[in-house]
């Protein structure tokens, strides 16, 4: 069975970088079959999706959010990590990673989430 | 990239038909067959219940539908369960390799 477990300070300062990582089980992330990504929900608002690494090395992210975020993987430890920097009140969120399976005859995601974590809130504020 | 819109609520009675709409433009869900469906129960991960409009994952009820016509994709739930009491979100490809979300609907179930 697939889970994927986010983890990380659950309070960072305006300005700094908010750092989080998801573990993977029950699958590998360098078996190439699938993105991974990171979504965000502010409270009472929808969901955001804020970003996909694939394991060569691509990466696509929310224009909105691009100068901010880099998403990167630990093949050794099977986890993927998401970086967003400067940050302010407004990306306080439940942030959540989530596995997007890959086209198997095109570099491509499928575009949707078949496995995701339960979420873990992270508050900006000094 | 302006989040797909969806009513903020939705109630049924058990055994009823409900439907949920994630209206958006033909730059997303009109443009693609990506759409796919979540259910999130507070404190769990969401569930895909839906993906290319209108398939089911494997272990999900058949209860559980989708549909689109033109820029408009709707999820059906026949026959409803307390269970299903949820939030519900919708999402579609928006061209760029990037994903939109809908603003998410809270199913009550009376």
């Known amino acids: 069975q697939v889970q994927l477990q986010e983890s990380g300070p659950g309070l960072v300062k305006p300005s700094q970088t908010l750092s989080l990582t998801c573990t993977v089980s029950g699958d590998s992330i360098a078996s190439g079959s699938y993105y991974w990504s990171w979504i965000r929900q502010p409270a009472g608002k929808g969901l955001e999706w804020i970003g996909r690494?694939?394991?060569?090395?691509?990466?696509n992210y929310n224009s909105s959010l691009k100068s901010r975020v880099t998403i990167s993987v630990d093949r050794s430890k099977n986890q993927f990590s998401l970086k967003l920097s400067s940050v302010t009140a407004a990306d306080t969120a439940v942030y959540y990673c989530?596995?997007?399976?890959?086209?198997?005859?095109?570099?491509?995601?499928?575009?949707?989430?078949?496995?995701w974590g339960r979420g873990t809130l992270v508050t900006v504020s000094s | 990239q302006s989040a797909l819109t969806q009513p903020a609520s939705v109630s049924g009675s058990p055994g009823q038909s409900i439907a949920i709409s994630c209206t958006g433009t033909s730059s997303d869900v009109g443009g693609y067959n990506y759409v796919s469906w979540y259910q999130n129960h507070p404190g769990r991960a969401p569930k895909l219940i839906i993906y290319d409009v209108d398939s089911r994952p494997s272990g999900v009820s058949n209860r559980f539908s989708g549909s689109k016509s033109g820029n408009t994709a709707s999820l059906s739930i026949s026959g409803l369960q307390a269970e299903d009491e949820a939030d519900y979100y919708c999402s579609s490809y928006a061209g760029s390799s990037t994903v939109v979300f809908g603003e998410g609907t809270k199913l009550t179930v009376l």
């Open positions: 690494f694939y394991i060569i090395g691509d990466t």
């Open positions: 989530a596995r997007e399976p890959r086209r198997t005859f095109a570099a491509a995601s499928k575009y949707y989430f078949d496995y």
